[in-house]
């Protein structure tokens, strides 16, 4: 095989006239061509000047010298002209490298580059075609890289190399990789032995060696391949990166910056530079037309194309509707949790991309599915074993890169480890479901404490069903959206069936009227999830006492919240309304009202009476609410 140094190493026959390409490799080329990158950050920091009156030297051309002389410039020149499966007049195609930036300077040098391969400006300003910016709590890069990684070995196993054979590249700082969360990211990584994932960390301008082996080391530990070079030596950095093309393991690549300081050029770019990077931004323009060819050709075409676009085969919606059926005709109590379970698997033999998730080693896959491994990535169901908190940054990378249907169950109590990613899937519009499941033994893991949280997140549906019909008709409203994500909140208290028409989906318009009157009641009683028992139980009580009211199901405030003024004020009635719910109540006055009241979490609490019993929230408090409202 040949080694990308030897490339380098190589010289042109004597009255021979390289070729384009050879030229674009060619050591003093390149080194010019990162010349040319850092030229053109600090230009643009300077513009502002050209005709400013003003001494002082603005803080954004210092942050551009400081970034221009980042060891990124050079690796990344290698790189665009060497190894990466880019074509800038289709930047989006399906078998593309993908290239995650973490911090905004590193976005910067990118930029440049993809502008200087041909992309449009225009094209640039509503961000970094074939980049994924993801800028947040440190590791998180590294766990969205290690999710797109994943994704493209499941891809590759279902599909074939022939359609799926692209590599992850992450441009990482050594800050980002020294939290908990990027040594699980790192961990998966190294277990799973996701080969075709690389890091390349930008050392810091006075990094010790000691630093700097230690994190080697400790990349090492976790079963990754390390590298250390000189970034000023693109025969070292051709090198390193030779060893990605034919890696078993994930690879982390240490940048060192050079002893002194890199030159800026005080001259216009050369127009052989400037067709250098043109040149970089095709040179794998023939690859892409081979790869279409493979596409159209293939035994598969329509179900690739049809995962890729994010859209459920034919036939899913059926599936899940018997499943609603079933849901109505157990007659024991069945826990939401329990029930989204049964969804799951009846789903999965329909929807053949739809992957589960979960910490931990020993749980076990839902029927149908197996489970993935370093060796065969033909599963469904990925362990994540204690890293948990890296699986929402996982699984949005995954969610990004495309071609799954993701589900991930955790407890409430990991909750918080999620709005970052969830902001991010919702802002993309990336399909995503996360299940939260609740302890009804454990008041700290009470699902509704994180709803206020998750509710004020734009384009995320939260849904708190409160029966087996009810989480089967919020797993089908989850599933059909391909625009954004969805929480399910499940408790695991077993509910009494109180529901049985399946005639249609009640829940998607949000809430409904699940018991009672719509005109002639005293009061509305209004809740979701396993609150909906307390209520129901409340009206029975009222109406021993000859009070009638209506009980409101409430299990997305979003869906409900998108229905027209009539529905709403339909639903809720002109009588005093009263909301129940174990959790805070930010929010609930958009739906109680003046004359409302809410009866839920005043404190954290302590452990409950008996099991389910939260706060003050049972059907006894309720009762007292409703006649001092009358």
Known sequence: MTRLADIFARKVPHGAEPTPLAQLRQPERQLRMAETVRTVLVARAAMPLIDADSQPIPPELVVATETAQSPVVEVATTLWTRVLRFDAAASAWADRDRVVVSCRQQGQIIRVILELCGIEPAELAHGMPGVDQVFGIPGQALAFAVGEA???RMMAARFGKSLVDHRVWLWSSPDDLAGGLSYEAASLAGDLKLAKLVVMVEEPPAAEADEVNAMLERFASWGWATRRVAAQDPAAVASALSIALRARKPLLISCRRPATPPKLLERAIAEDVREAWRAAGSHTTTARRGWLKRLAR?????????????????????EVRAERVRMAEITEPLSPLAAGRLCVTSMASAIPDLTGAAPGRKVEPIEGMTAVDSGDFSGRHVAFGAAATALPGVLAGAATHGGLTLVAETKSTAADALPQTLRALAR?????????SEDYNDPAAAAALPLPSLRAIPNLLVFRPACAIETAECWELALQRDDGPSVLLHTAKPMARWRQDTTENACARGGYVAAGLYDARAATLIASGAELTVAMEARRLLADAGISVAVVSLPCWSLFANQNDAYRADVLGDAPRLAVEAGSDFGWGRWLGERG????????????????EYFEVTAEALVIAVKKKL
Do not use: M, N, Y
Not at 428 to 436: K, P, S, Y
Not at 597 to 612: K, N, T, V
């Open 597 to 612: 009241q809410f009866i839920g979490a005043a404190s954290l609490g302590l452990s409950a009476a008996r099991p389910g």
């Open 298 to 318: 293939h035994a598969q075409v329509a179900e690739f194309e049809r995962v890729l676009a994010g859209r459920l085969p034919d036939g899913w919606r059926d």
């Open 428 to 436: 993309e519009g990336r399909r995503a479901i996360h299940i939260l």
């Open 150 to 152: 994943l994704a493209e």
